[in-house]
């Protein structure tokens, strides 16, 4: 069976300071992982995807995740925090069961971002 | 932009009572997801449909139900409405069923249940 587990449920750094949000995930087979954002009061919005091509994946507003398939990590990274990065953040495991394909959260990191 | 709309962004209900949720998209996919979201737990499926008039269970289906009477259009009832069902829903929908396909949410709806 596919799960996802993100390392740490809150994140706390300064402005213009690195960012790193940590998830292993496990999969039996080739899985296809996903990074979500969900800004207070909004829906869920896509980062970035890994489907098995590049392993380094760019997402939008600068975010960019690796996978290593070694260490079953898919850790979502930015060089410099912005105000505006402050949100909850969901790692995702694509899982195929009962001939269908479904998406399994991570619980959430909330990550806040301070002056 | 495809959008999803969920008809309340919070609602208020009593023990007991029936609810509906609806969600509507604008995107002519053939996929559309329940979920709820709890503090702690990330987002979990409640049930899917892959077409019109088809329903599957997720992994907590348990005092709901779903009607997909239209394409476009996906509703999650709450029979008998209880305390414990006080969350965040979630609806989304998707293009095709592929591993790596991107699934779209709405707003979310909050419901209460006192």
């Known amino acids: 069976a596919q799960s996802v587990t993100q390392l740490d449920s809150h994140v706390s750094v300064s402005e213009g300071t690195p960012v790193l949000l940590r998830c292993n995930y496990s999969s039996s087979y080739s899985p296809s992982l996903f990074w979500y954002v969900q800004h207070p009061n909004k829906g869920l919005q896509l980062l970035l995807k890994?489907?098995?091509?590049?392993?380094l994946v760019k997402g939008i507003n600068g975010f960019e995740a690796e996978f290593k398939k070694s260490e079953t990590s898919f850790h979502l990274t930015k060089p410099s925090a912005h105000m505006s990065d402050a949100a909850e953040y969901f790692c995702?495991?694509?899982?195929?069961?009962?001939?269908?394909?479904?998406?399994?959260f991570g619980a959430g990191t909330r990550l806040a971002v301070h002056p | 932009d495809v959008k999803v709309t969920q008809s309340s962004r919070y609602l208020v209900k009593r023990t007991g009572e029936k609810v509906f949720l609806e969600c509507v998209q604008d995107m002519d996919h053939e996929n559309m997801f329940w979920y709820r979201q709890d503090p702690g737990l990330g987002l979990r499926l409640i049930y899917f449909s892959y077409d019109v008039k088809m329903k599957e269970k997720g992994d907590i289906p348990e005092g709901y139900s779903v009607s997909r009477e239209k394409k476009e259009r996906f509703s999650l009832i709450l029979e008998s409405a209880s305390t414990n069902q006080t969350s965040m829903y979630l609806c989304?929908?998707?293009?095709?069923?592929?591993?790596?396909?991107?699934?779209?949410f709405g707003p979310g709806t909050r419901l209460t249940v006192l």
């Open positions: 989304a929908s998707s293009f095709l069923s592929g591993s790596n396909n991107e699934q779209f």
């Open positions: 995702v495991v694509s899982s195929f069961s009962g001939g269908y394909n479904k998406l399994i």
């Open positions: 890994y489907t098995s091509a590049a392993t």
